[in-house]
């Protein structure tokens, strides 16, 4: 399926971008990871990379010409796909509906602005605000800092490490002077735009560039959003007590992203021992992943270890003791699990949910999957027959295959269906996009390849988007039945049990069998229960079947 690039806000004040130069043309393959184009930005000419892999079918802005953020930049897809659809405008109303609410927000946000503001912000002072690093980020998280208030600060050094509801990402500096102010404190979370520090010559009033109205040349509304921020925003005393990287014993500081200290740590690995490739020696996940330890590493963990445990048992109280010490801890929430508290939410509330059960005889599953794994190379999961049944089944009964849109109910003609995968922070649903064409082994192989990408966090969103149908399986927990909230768009979810060996009548006689529960929630908006109940018929079928699976 074609995917859509528009030109990204690839800094704070960026209002629109001039391609200096494409580096693929119409018709090369994309890699995700390539190097698209070159975009000239309000600040610096900028390397923008795919997210995205296909062939390139379109550009939509030409070498030397310049648009606004969020205009259609180029197409990938697959080779001849056609994508008069996309270049019709189907894809527009959406913008065409936010700039308006854009536009009313700003000019509001500018008469505020201007009736309480002061003088000019100083010329040489900038005032950088928190990013929108992915297209659905509302807020993002204060990871670390890698500068504290009075470092010097270079046009393209990395200020802090940023959280969204994707990824963790690094922050470069567009500017060069003194860090002077920092606005938002590591761990803590702010509003897109809000003020995120201040940049300019030593010894600059900071409050003033707080209350002042911007420069003109600015962007319009860059005086409110720093007036809102400057009302939150803690004072830079405390800023400079906290630390941004890590110290060996000699005093000297070690700068790594918080991925390779949370790998390191995992791996017992000292910080010390390992050469960073990134910007002034900074320690990378690959730095971590690719370095290979010697024999004296790990040896200060374990010596910890003991001694707290000897600690320990040394203060253990008496037996007939019943008096404790209530206590708790409150963890902050992380970008992830504010996403998923807040989609999973609105479904719920929004959604009319109801459920459908039934119980799956699976021996003749069992038999056939012993059969197919017993070929060479080819290894599939019954979860795997389970996405594919569910694919098969939702070609027969289209009504499951649809979302609803308000004034009109989406049937979707092709079948992506999302595979539910536990995560340390939380869930993400990865999709198997036109998973009604993909054979069992096909289905086997993507499913691993996209579980691993989600609990390494190297899923892109194209990878997590367009589903039109769900599973989720907690059947290798051991949980033998459960409803799940419906994914939205999605009109449908399906939980898959564990399988279960039980007494069973088969032909009139008690005899050990072997079966799984399956759970349908639907959203009554559109699927009817009677329709539910024939797809979970077909479904059954298929599974009970599997042979008609490989047709």
């Not at 000239?40 to 892999?53: R, V």
């Not at 910890?304 to 040394?314: F, M």
């Not at 999302?418 to 993400?428: K, Q």
Request: with cysteine; proline share 4%; glycine share 8%.
């Amino acid at each position: 399926m074609a995917e859509i690039i528009n030109m990204p806000r690839l800094s704070d004040t960026m209002e629109e971008g001039t391609v200096a130069k494409w580096l693929k043309k119409v018709g090369d393959k994309i890699v995700e990871g390539d190097i698209l184009a070159e975009i000239e930005t309000d600040k610096a000419t900028m390397e923008f990379e795919s997210f995205h892999e296909g062939t390139l079918l379109h550009i939509g802005i030409q070498e030397g010409d310049g648009a606004p953020v969020d205009s259609l930049l180029a197409i990938i897809g697959e080779e001849g796909e056609d994508i008069s659809g996309l270049l019709s405008g189907s894809a527009a109303p959406e913008t065409k509906e936010e700039a308006p609410k854009e536009e009313k927000a700003t000019a509001t946000n500018s008469e505020t602005s201007d009736s309480r503001a002061g003088t000019e912000i100083p010329e040489g002072v900038e005032v950088v605000k928190m990013p929108r690093l992915s297209d659905t980020m509302e807020e993002g998280t204060v990871a670390s800092w890698l500068k504290k208030v009075g470092d010097k600060v270079e046009e393209g050094d990395i200020l802090a490490e940023i959280e969204t509801d994707k990824a963790t990402m690094e922050f470069e500096s567009f500017y060069s002077g003194t860090l002077l102010y920092i606005g938002i404190q590591e761990g803590e979370s702010s509003p897109v735009d809000a003020v995120l520090a201040v940049i300019g010559p030593e010894g600059t009033d900071v409050d003033a560039v707080l209350n002042s109205k911007p420069k003109s040349s600015g962007t319009k509304d860059s005086s409110a959003k720093a007036e809102a921020a400057s009302e939150t925003v803690s004072t830079p005393e405390a800023t400079k007590e906290e630390t941004t990287s890590v110290a060996t014993n000699d005093g000297q500081r070690i700068f790594a992203s918080p991925l390779a200290k949370k790998i390191a740590s995992d791996k017992g690995l000292n910080l010390a021992d390992i050469n960073g490739s990134g910007d002034h020696g900074r320690i990378t996940k690959k730095d971590v992943e690719n370095f290979t330890p010697s024999q004296k590493t790990a040896a200060a963990a374990p010596a910890e270890n003991i001694a707290s445990s000897t600690s320990a048992s040394t203060t253990v109280a008496p037996m007939m003791a019943t008096v404790g010490e209530e206590s708790f801890e409150e963890v902050k929430n992380n970008q992830m699990r504010k996403v998923i508290a807040k989609r999973l939410g609105e479904s719920k509330f929004t959604a009319p949910h109801y459920y459908l059960n039934i119980e799956v005889d699976m021996d003749n599953a069992m038999t056939s999957r012993v059969q197919i794994n017993s070929l060479p190379d080819t290894k599939i999961s019954f979860n795997d027959m389970v996405v594919k049944a569910c694919a098969m089944a939702l070609k027969k009964h289209p009504q499951v295959n649809t979302s609803w849109k308000g004034e009109t109910t989406r049937y979707n003609q092709h079948i992506h269906i999302g595979v539910a995968v536990a995560v340390e922070d939380g869930l993400v649903v990865p999709v198997l996009k036109f998973a009604d064409q993909m054979g069992l082994t096909h289905i086997g192989g993507m499913v691993k390849e996209l579980a691993g990408k989600a609990r390494n966090k190297k899923l892109t969103p194209a990878e997590m988007d367009g589903s039109t149908f769900t599973v989720s399986n907690l059947g290798m927990f051991g949980i033998e039945s459960f409803t799940s909230i419906i994914n939205q768009p999605n009109s449908a979810i399906l939980s898959v049990g564990a399988i279960i060996e039980k007494p069973v009548v088969k032909n009139g006689a008690i005899v050990v069998g072997n079966t799984m529960k399956l759970s349908l929630a639907l959203d009554h908006r559109t699927v009817d229960g009677a329709t539910g109940a024939l797809f979970l018929q077909t479904l059954r079928s298929y599974i009970e079947n599997p042979v008609t699976m490989l047709a």
